[in-house]
């Protein structure tokens, strides 16, 4: 046992390319998801769409209008001089949204560079043209809404709830193709055919490789985490019984996909062709990028099936950003931990079984 | 020229044979492509919305003239499922249970809390008589209690505002009042009417196909030969370098344009309008194809071993795809992401292709989307040129 994992640690913090997938490929894909995803949310600090507003002389008095309802519901209203300065602003990405209102007509104009985001713009065009419209004709509101502000955990940021999808995502990644890529590598230049002929347990020559790199992985969350709270001044309440917990046994399953792949082909280069994808599909099926209510049905059942899902609310919760039940916490961490063992012990298995034909 | 043909036809069958080589020239850009249109096709439509509200009336029943709560309750009733274009799920919960809501607010199990106060119908009374009467009077209000940082919960409340509003103008305004006012949409750079999410993401996606190519292709595959000294062997023969290099190189492009075809034709399949058969659209792609493969040798040169190209190109690949705009918009970044927007090639190359293609207008000015790729293009052939100069692997 103890000969086994120093060879297998000897062996893998020689691996340069392990170490580069493990530690920087996590912060580096983390720090460009979460600038481009608070950038869709608004902002750093609040969920906001700025949206830059030309007026005809004759609404000029509706300017504090919109400022007072900008306050209430999100919306950060630009005012300029004119058409071609709104459209200006809307082209440089300066703002998400235009509105030109006239004395017929008001026209929201989009950018088509954003793409399916406009679907999430469109959603409050009618709100903010009803808006205007019951604000022209005088009509009297009867009945408004008080937002009333619900707490959760500590005070965040729009980017302190990104970062740790965006870190769920990174460190799987990381885990999964570190994993698939040593074992086929160990498969594919003969090694195992040679372990084969030793006493050595299948299972265990798997878990070995597999150890050394859920320590690393669990090094590297900490580091990314780290870097996070450096690079985006947030500050978190990090439970670290839990934190530590949840990486690991995150980690623990990703790296029994990893194994489990690599199982599945004879060759690295299909073995990472395999793991790109399923990674893809995980990725852009999970809640990481959008919520749940805006999705349609068959996504929601498929993200509901990702683990990415799971693991982002509980890294949300044991950061002290979001609750969750007990219960819950601890059911999604045994499973992670008995599938990810299972898929370890039965790719040992399977990988070393197929070395016998 | 002959060798050159030899050359050519050598790699073009050794990449037919390679299964690698036909994943991630001729699979993976469609498979992404599908899997895209699959996801974001229906994003965000109104068809796949659905907010969970939850609705609490803690109002006392009018005594005399209209139940207002009632009429809210009702309201959020008709715009909640089964009913047709819902997109609210609406939970009606007893007085008691606010703290339950709350909870449920809390552990992401809803997205707003709306609660109509004790006194809303009095509230509500009490306005109507005083704007009868033209005096000043204070609304009506329904809390709504939501998580501020979290983008479902803030839609949601903007939902039930504008819902709310709808139930004033509705039930509340006389005709008289009601103006008039049309709605009118423009969307800056589009050129194609209504485009799909196919015809938005399929010029990134034969950009993306193009460079994932050279990263995991061209590159791999140029350090395997100098590494097992394939290229040494080559130069002892009487080929030319630029024999051997241009053919190796019009392989790949062989590929890239069979590639270029075939996400085009199932994007068509996917509903997409694109036009792949467009002149300019094909000219521009092999121009960038040209720089892609110099980046993918620039990457084989610059690493000693097949095993380094696999690393570098794994950390290279994924923050230059974000960067290109093709998956997520690019908006509201720092200034210093703005820098690596700017310098990179495939943020270029996408808004050239999505003009070219007939999708839209490009954000970025043509010259530039020249100019970027081709400072990136030069300076690798620079680069691949010094590392000979320093090793001297073809003299």
């Known amino acids: 046992m103890k000969t086994i994992l120093t060879k297998t640690f000897l062996a893998y913090i020689r691996d340069k390319r392990t170490t580069l997938i493990v530690f920087l490929s996590p912060i580096t894909f983390m720090l460009i998801l979460g600038f481009i995803i608070a950038g869709i949310s608004g902002g750093t600090h609040q969920v906001s769409v700025k949206i830059s507003v030309f007026l005809s002389r004759r609404y000029e008095p509706l300017k504090n209008f919109l400022k007072s309802e900008g306050k209430t519901s999100g919306l950060n209203f630009i005012f300029v001089n004119n058409v071609s300065e709104l459209k200006k602003y809307v082209n440089d990405g300066k703002s998400q949204m235009g509105i030109s209102l006239n004395s017929s007509s008001m026209l929201f104009i989009y950018n088509q560079s954003f793409g399916q985001y406009n679907n999430y713009l469109r959603l409050i065009e009618k709100s903010i043209y009803h808006s205007f419209k019951k604000f022209i004709a005088g009509v009297p509101t009867y009945i408004s809404i008080e937002p ?16 740790p999808g965006a870190m769920a995502i990174a460190l799987m990644t990381a885990c999964v193709i570190s994993l698939a890529l040593a074992l086929s590598n160990y498969r594919a230049n003969g090694s195992l055919r040679l372990l084969k002929v030793t006493p050595l347990s299948e299972g265990m020559f798997v878990f070995s490789i597999s150890l050394h790199r859920l320590v690393a992985a669990v090094l590297s969350s900490i580091l990314t985490l780290f870097s996070a709270e450096w690079i985006f001044s947030s500050v978190y309440n990090v439970h670290w019984i839990t934190f530590l917990i949840i990486v690991s046994t995150s980690m623990l399953l990703s790296l029994g996909m990893g194994a489990i792949l690599s199982t599945a082909f004879r060759n690295v280069g299909t073995t990472m062709n395999f793991t790109t994808v399923s990674l893809t599909v995980m990725m852009l099926f999970s809640n990481v990028f959008y919520p749940f209510s805006i999705m349609p049905a068959y996504m929601k059942f498929i993200a ?44 040992g298995k399977i990988i070393f079984h197929l070395e016998r034909r | 020229m002959k060798s050159v043909w030899k050359f050519f036809t050598v790699h073009l069958l050794s990449d037919a044979r390679n299964k690698r080589a036909l994943f991630w020239s001729l699979l993976f850009p469609v498979i992404l492509l599908v899997i895209l249109v699959a996801v974001f096709s229906n994003l965000g439509t109104t068809s796949s919305i659905n907010f969970k509200v939850i609705l609490i009336n803690e109002a006392s029943k009018s005594v005399r003239g209209t139940d207002y709560a009632k009429l809210v309750v009702n309201a959020f009733r008709n715009i909640s499922y089964p009913h047709k274009n819902a997109f609210f799920e609406t ?41 009868k009467l033209g005096l000043s009077f204070v609304k009506a209000k329904l809390k709504v209690l939501y998580l501020p940082n979290s983008a479902s919960s803030r839609l949601a409340c903007d939902a039930v505002e504008s ?30 009417k209504s485009p799909t999410y196919a015809d938005f993401v399929t010029p990134g996606i034969t950009v993306i196909g193009a460079f994932t ?99 570098l190109t794994s950390v290279v690949n994924l923050p230059m795809e974000f960067l290109a705009g093709v998956y997520f918009p690019l908006f509201n970044l720092p200034w210093y992401m703005n820098v690596l927007v700017k310098v ?18 490009s954000p970025s000015s043509m010259s530039m989307n020249m100019l970027v790729p081709a400072l990136w293009g030069g300076f690798s052939a620079l680069f691949i040129l010094a590392m000979n100069m320093l090793k001297g692997e073809w003299t």
């Open chain 1, 304 to 347: 509901y099936l990702m683990p990415i899902t799971y693991f982002t609310s509980c890294l949300r919760f044991t950061l002290g950003i979001s609750q969750m039940y007990l219960g819950e916490f601890i059911k999604i961490n045994v499973f992670f931990a008995t599938a990810g063992l299972i898929l370890i012990y039965a790719s």
């Open chain 2, 163 to 192: 819902s709310i509003n709808e139930i004033n103008e509705r039930v509340f305004s006389p005709k008289d009042r009601v103006v008039d006012f049309s709605l009118k949409s423009e969307t800056l750079g589009e050129t194609m």
């Open chain 2, 91 to 131: 939970e009606l919960l007893n007085t008691k249970d606010v703290e339950k809501a709350v909870k449920e607010i809390r552990y992401s199990k809803a997205d707003v809390i709306v609660v109509i106060p004790k006194d809303f119908n009095k509230a509500v009374m009490r306005s109507i008589f005083l704007q």
């Open chain 1, 148 to 163: 009333v502000s619900v707490q959760r955990g500590v005070n965040v940021t729009v980017i302190s709830f990104i970062v």
């Open chain 2, 344 to 361: 990179n090639p495939l943020w270029y190359a996408t808004n050239a292709m999505r003009q070219f293609m007939g999708v839209g207008l």
């Open chain 2, 213 to 311: 190519t050279a990263l995991f292709l061209i590159a791999p595959k140029m350090a395997f030969m100098r590494q097992r000294g394939v290229i040494k062997k080559y130069f002892s023969t009487p080929a030319s370098a630029l024999a051997l290099f241009s053919a190796f190189g019009f392989s790949k492009l062989f590929l890239m344009m069979c590639q270029y075809f075939l996400v085009g034709s199932i994007s068509i399949a996917l509903g997409s309008c694109v036009h792949i058969f467009s002149l300019a659209s094909i000219i521009y792609y092999i121009f960038i194809c040209v720089v892609f493969t110099l980046i993918g040798l620039d990457i084989a040169f610059f690493s000693s071993t097949t095993t380094s190209v696999t690393a």
